[in-house]
Each structure stands twice: as structure tokens, then as C-alpha cells.
């Protein structure tokens, strides 16, 4: 579910669900959170990278899990999704990703938490937000235009369409793109040049650079959080999981229109 393996001070964390594309089900979010604590107590590691086994990073939230535990049919893990989204945050030591295919939801949300991204050419993002009928996660209401720009945060925020390497290239989601044979080894050739330097630094300039940012990245998930609870089961959401499920579009003008008549 989780593999994860050391080399050069560095530690590369790899999401193994293939099956399902790397989804995070309750399970992986835990074992993820868990790594991530790990990692930042360790005091051999000075670097971690996150990448995906198979051809997906992410393929975001396990839908089926979710549901299921929405129907009351399932316990949610120690940390879940806002455990893991708490130790993005707050890790402080340096943490590249480096997206190897399909980024989806939090697989693509939780990049601009990190501090490098490398991307596979064969990598394409997608924040599916407005095809479920939801809001914004992972404070990235604010990181995204932060680090895109307003124009191209809208874009990838509210489209629901997905961009690919390169276009998160040009709009600053991603630093590197290379082949997919060469992901990681130039992710670990630049996270060499990091696991050499003392750890205390790296810790104290990151800290440094993000420090100005976390009343703003904790503003924006309340602020998103609230979103989520009045769009969460409210009919668009609920037509566009209907949809999804019937492998159909979602016919949100007739919700709309419902909703102006109502």
C-alpha cells in the first residue's frame, strides 16, 4: 500500500495501490500521515519524496470508500484526509513529489503543499471540484493562486478539465518535466543535492519561506471546509454522483433551473 525505502539521506515514499490507481483509501492516508510523522523525527532523513507506483500518482480520494463511509458503512481511519493534509503542512523538511501519471483531486492538490514538483511528460492533473458539485480542498483556494496566478488557478479550479505536464509547467505547478524512464532519477538527483546539506538549515530555511503563508493556508480550509458542508449533498452534488455512477454527464442546468423555480 505504502512502500518505502531510504537512500542518501533521503526517503521515497511510493503510494502502491496500482489497482486503484494510488487512491488514497482510509488505509493509505493513515499509512501516509504516519510515514510523514516518521520521517520528520527522523534524524537520518533530510529529504522526502512521494511518487506513485504504476502509470498513476493519485487518482485522488477512494470515491468507493467514501461512500461507503457516508452510508455510515465504514470507520474513518486515525487521520484520514485532513490528518494527511495537517502533516503536508506542517513537514518541516524539504518534500518533492514527483508525479509519474494521473493526478487527480488530492493527488493533485497536495502538490502545491510540497515544496518541489517533478512531472512525467506523461503526467496530466485534474481538480475535479465543480464535476462533483464542491468546493476547493487542501487550502489550495489560496495556494493555487499563489503560486499560478488568479487566471490560471480559475482555470484549473473551477474548468474540472485536466492539464497536462506541461501546461503545469507554464502555469508554475509543476518545476521540471522530464521523461517518464527519467522521473526519478532526476527527482533523486536534485533531492541529492538537498539530503547533502545539514538538516538544521534546510529545516530553518523552510520554515523561513512558508512561515508567512500558514494563516493563510489555515484560513483558506476552514473557508473550504464550510463550502464543502453547504454543497455536500445538496442537489448537484448528489446528481453528480448519480452520474458518476451511471457513467453519464451530469445535467446541472436542470438542478439550476430546479432551484431558481423551487
Known amino acids: 500500500m ?15 495501490r496500482p489497482d486503484a490507481l494510488n487512491a488514497f483509501n482510509e488505509a493509505l492516508y493513515d499509512a501516509t500521515t504516519e510515514a510523514l510523522i516518521e520521517a520528520a523525527a527522523d534524524p537520518t532523513v ?23 463511509r457516508n452510508m455510515g458503512g465504514l470507520e474513518p481511519g486515525k487521520h484520514g484526509f485532513p490528518g494527511l493534509i495537517d502533516q503536508l503542512v506542517a513537514f518541516p523538511k524539504p518534500l518533492i513529489c514527483a508525479v509519474n501519471g494521473m493526478a487527480l483531486g488530492i493527488g493533485t492538490t497536495m502538490l502545491a503543499l510540497s515544496d518541489l514538483v517533478f512531472m512525467s511528460t506523461d ?26 496566478g488568479r487566471h490560471d488557478a480559475t482555470w484549473a479550479l473551477m474548468s474540472s478539465e485536466w492539464l497536462s505536464a ?12 522530464t521523461s517518464p524512464d527519467a522521473l526519478l532519477d532526476e527527482t533523486l538527483r536534485h533531492a541529492r543535492v538537498l539530503s547533502s546539506k545539514p538538516i538544521s538549515s534546510l529545516i530553518e530555511c523552510k520554515q523561513a519561506i512558508i512561515a508567512p503563508l500558514q494563516e493563510q493556508i489555515a484560513a483558506a ?10 454543497l455536500l449533498g ?13 457513467r453519464r454527464e451530469p445535467d446541472f442546468a436542470s438542478i439550476d433551473a430546479a432551484a431558481i423555480q423551487g
Open 46 to 68: 533530510a529529504v522526502v519524496v512521494i511518487t506513485g507506483a504504476g502509470k498513476a500518482f493519485s487518482a485522488g480520494t477512494d470515491v468507493k470508500e467514501m461512500a461507503a
Open 166 to 177: 506541461e501546461e503545469c509547467k507554464d502555469m508554475g505547478l509543476a518545476w521540471r518535466v
Open 2 to 16: 505504502l512502500d518505502i525505502r531510504d537512500t542518501d539521506r533521503i526517503r521515497i515514499l511510493t503510494l502502491n
Open 221 to 230: 480550509r476552514d473557508r473550504e471546509n464550510a463550502a464543502f458542508g453547504r
Open 123 to 148: 503526467a496530466r492533473c485534474r481538480c475535479p471540484f465543480t464535476a462533483l458539485a464542491v468546493a476547493p480542498e487542501a487550502a489550495s483556494s489560496f495556494t493555487f493562486p499563489m503560486m499560478l
Open 234 to 246: 445538496q442537489p448537484a452534488n448528489i446528481e453528480a454522483l448519480m452520474a458518476l455512477a451511471e
